[in-house]
């Protein structure tokens, strides 16, 4: 349940805007705050103990992570996703909408696609 909740209310925003670094960061910071062990009185300091790395955390489960999603990351993933379809899904409803998109993203996206018109009358698009 953790993986998924926390997650998904940041995945909402991450789709349709840019998201600014420190709302990034905060929502990582109460996302973190469930995998800390209890606070314990060191000599004269109160110390909380990590239960583990927070980039394994972010690893796929079956690379011995929890499975929680980076979300920076995740958002340039979603924000591919949508050049992705506004290139291939034009009759779309939602295609109009000018979603932001980082200038990083649109960069990686343009190396990792080939588009080669033909005719004319179809453009083809390749990975």
Same mark, same amino acid.
């Given at each position: @349940?953790?993986? +998924?909740? %926390?997650?998904?209310?940041?995945?909402?925003?991450?789709?349709?805007?840019?998201?600014?670094?420190?709302? !990034?960061?905060?929502?990582?910071? !109460?996302?973190?705050?469930?995998?800390?062990?209890?606070?314990? @009185? =060191?000599?004269? $300091?109160? /110390?909380?103990?990590?239960?583990? $790395?927070?980039?394994?955390?972010?690893? %796929?489960?079956? +690379? #011995? #992570?929890?499975?929680?999603?980076?979300?920076?990351? @995740?958002?340039?993933?979603?924000?591919?996703?949508?050049?992705?379809? /506004?290139?291939? &899904?034009?009759?779309?409803?939602? @295609?109009?909408?000018?979603? %932001? !998109?980082? %200038?990083?993203?649109?960069?990686?996206? $343009? !190396?990792?696609?080939? &588009?080669?018109?033909?005719? #004319?009358?179809?453009? &083809? =698009? +390749?990975?």
């Amino acid at each position: @349940m953790f993986r +998924f909740v %926390p997650s998904v209310i940041s995945i909402y925003l991450l789709v349709t805007m840019n998201v600014p670094k420190w709302v !990034i960061k905060a929502t990582d910071t !109460i996302r973190r705050a469930f995998l800390w062990k209890k606070k314990l @009185m =060191v000599g004269t $300091a109160w /110390r909380a103990w990590c239960l583990g $790395a927070w980039e394994k955390v972010n690893r %796929p489960i079956d +690379f #011995g #992570g929890l499975g929680i999603l980076n979300l920076n990351i @995740m958002g340039w993933t979603l924000h591919m996703i949508w050049l992705w379809l /506004r290139k291939t &899904s034009v009759t779309r409803p939602w @295609m109009g909408l000018d979603i %932001p !998109i980082q %200038p990083h993203v649109r960069a990686i996206f $343009a !190396i990792s696609v080939i &588009s080669l018109v033909g005719n #004319g009358e179809k453009e &083809s =698009v +390749f990975v």
